[in-house]
């Protein structure tokens, strides 16, 4: 019988210090308004700056596996997605496999920007179907407040920090129904990062100085977010002939209120359908969906035999899709 992969286990975490758009405003030239009415965003969870962020991991990952009842040593394999890892090696998932004791897995970690999450489960899934791993950790672990250039409002008050969790083990219950994932290359300038290679377009496009922080064209970055996630709902729904009816809550990345609203709209689902931690959050880039996940759970809104989507977009660009039966 084939196997499926099915989330058995979720967890997340976020840092204590909560900032408030209020506090924005001793920083940059905006206003708690002007914020809430163009991004959705009240406030967000943002890590001191010598905490590490694989600690939010660890804690994400604690939490899943104490919710999947799971002996960290039956863990066969761990992978972290992330746009902010704390080294270029070792990486997340290795730390984080020391720090929970998992020492039986395999360990690496994967760049596709917010869409990493869903990029994940989708490795994931492949690992169980083919029955070389039985037990994966899947984590999102993102710090994106080390960063943020804190005098550039047009990206400050969008971002936070976070981690989510998931154990995805093997079973003949149908779990993760399909998955949609892609990615246009064309646009990779539109969200960059710079590491160990500036060129002049982007020194120019940085201000104060900063040199490795993250810039993002908004008007662009918006245009794609509404047509790559609509089109990647509706084809992963349509490949397998389900309704968007049949759908009980869409998960979508959590970047932007304006970006959500078109997109349900596009879609015809109701926005009471659509978990939203936007608000309290801001954007935790690959780390939203997870943390909207288990956050969802831990409030009893998903219930067995409910069907789920969970949908992204991130730098790269890229687009990521699933659609899940929670058992």
């Not at 989708?122 to 039985?134: G, N």
């Amino acid at each position: 019988m084939a196997k499926h992969g099915v989330i058995i286990g979720q967890g997340y975490s976020l840092p204590n210090k909560i900032v408030n758009n209020s506090d924005l405003e001793k920083l940059v030239d905006t206003s708690d308004q002007w914020i809430r009415e163009r991004t959705g965003i009240k406030r967000r969870r943002l890590q001191e700056r010598e905490q590490p962020s694989y600690e939010m991991g660890v804690e994400a990952a604690q939490y899943a596996l104490k919710s999947a009842n799971m002996d960290p040593l039956d863990i066969d394999l761990i992978i972290v997605s992330t746009e902010s890892p704390d080294y270029l090696t070792p990486s997340m998932a290795c730390i984080i496999q020391d720090k929970v004791n998992a020492v039986n897995a395999a360990a690496f970690d994967l760049n596709a920007a917010c869409s990493g999450f869903v990029y994940g489960m989708t490795v994931a899934d492949q690992f169980i179907q083919t029955e070389l791993y039985k037990n994966i950790l899947i984590i999102a672990c993102e710090g994106l407040s080390k960063v943020v250039d804190w005098k550039d409002r047009n990206t400050c008050i969008l971002f936070g920090d976070g981690a989510g969790a998931i154990v995805l083990s093997a079973s003949d219950k149908p779990g993760i129904i399909n998955y949609d994932l892609g990615a246009d290359g064309t646009k990779h300038k539109a969200i960059t990062i710079p590491l160990t290679h500036f060129d002049e377009t982007e020194l120019f496009r940085r201000k104060n100085k900063r040199e490795q922080v993250i810039y993002m064209q908004g008007r662009e970055v918006f245009k794609f977010a509404v047509n790559a996630m609509t089109n990647s709902v509706k084809k992963l729904l349509s490949e397998k002939d389900i309704k968007i009816e049949e759908i009980d809550w869409i998960i979508p990345h959590q970047a932007n209120m304006r970006i959500i609203d078109s997109s349900i709209k596009k879609l015809n689902f109701p926005k009471d359908k659509v978990i939203i931690t936007l608000d309290e959050y801001g954007n935790t880039s690959s780390a939203s969906i997870p943390i909207a996940l288990a956050e969802a759970v831990d409030k009893g809104k998903i219930k067995k035999g409910q069907k789920i989507v969970l949908v992204g977009f991130g730098g790269g660009l890229t687009w990521a899709s699933t659609v899940l039966e929670w058992v």
